[in-house]
């Protein structure tokens, strides 16, 4: 299959196609009124490109008939492609991408009671990253697995589901302010990518190891490699959760750990945090 036919949708959304050319536009529009670094940019467009890649082409056609495409998909919906996108710190600039109206109008709702609840509620630092972590394991559980792989409209909420959750999640861990105004303290914001993590790795290396079929559906829709036995197929899933989520989380924890030393040297940490924070700084740099 050629390149072209590969980036043609599997299953084509229209909602997915707006959301998408609606977070760009607003983007774009932002760059011209905030001046933002390269680094930044190539942050946000890497990360919509492995989203789009992973959810509206040929790759989602795999996803549906691979144990191992499918979890590989849900790395990058779920940690990956958030990560990068918020890494990029887009908010400030895609308000400022806002017409002038909708931008008044959110500055005013946020201030009402519905709007802080909201805030509050989608910034949670307890709600956040349990949502982010019970959103990876309540899919994998096979009765749960075979009814999303068959109904497209739960297919759809899965893959939305820990993609929202991503940018909740990574929203809080990379936050740059002290707290506060910071949900997140930053000793905590390196804490939570090792609390979340060991759930995800443990789930990952019991799905590596067992060794029968834990998710008949996908032999069902016919697996897309012939040959590839079922075992086969869910111990390479079971590795790319296992090891790659890891991994990617440990980049969300190097992101925060520049914070807390960033926010160190300016010495705009609370006193007991800077004092612990102060000395890693001297015996790293001896």
């Keep these: 299959m050629d390149v072209l036919g590969w980036l043609v949708p599997w299953e084509f959304s229209p909602a997915l196609v707006l959301m998408f050319v609606v977070g760009i536009v607003l983007f774009i529009r932002g760059t011209r009124e905030h001046r933002i670094s390269a680094a930044r940019q190539w942050l946000f467009w890497l990360g919509i490109v492995v989203l789009y890649l992973s959810l509206h082409t040929r790759i ?4 549906e008939r691979l ?32 017409p002038m109206p909708l931008r008044l109008w959110l500055k005013n709702f ?22 982010f972590v019970f959103l990876v394991v309540i899919w994998l559980i096979p009765s749960v697995q075979f009814y999303s792989m068959l109904d497209w409209r739960l297919y759809r909420f899965m893959n939305w589901s820990v993609v929202i959750s991503g940018f909740l ?5 990379l936050d740059r302010r002290p707290s506060p105004p910071a949900v997140l303290s930053p000793g905590a914001r390196i804490l939570s990518p ?31 490699i012939p040959g590839m036995s079922a075992v ?5 899933g079971g590795l790319t959760m296992w090891i790659l989520a890891g991994f990617v989380e440990v980049f969300g924890l190097l992101f925060a750990l520049g914070t807390l030393m960033r926010l160190s040297g300016k010495g705009r940490l609370p006193g007991k945090i800077r004092s612990a924070a102060v000395p890693a700084v001297g015996v790293a740099g001896t």
């Design 194 to 224: 090792v609390i979340t993590m060991v759930p995800q790795m443990v789930v990952g290396a019991v799905i590596t190891f067992t060794e029968y079929d834990l998710y008949p559906i996908f032999d069902l829709c016919g697996r897309a």
């Design 169 to 173: 999640y990574w929203n809080l861990i």
């Design 110 to 131: 946020r201030l009402t009671p519905l709007g802080r609840f909201t805030e509050a509620v989608l910034t949670n630092k307890i709600l956040v990253p349990f949502m």
């Design 232 to 236: 086969t197929d869910q111990a390479i």
């Design 60 to 63: 989602d056609y795999y996803a």
């Design 67 to 98: 144990f191992f495409a499918h979890r590989l998909q849900h790395l990058v919906l779920h940690h990956l492609g958030p990560l990068l996108i918020m890494g990029a710190y887009p908010g400030q600039v895609m308000r400022a991408g806002l």
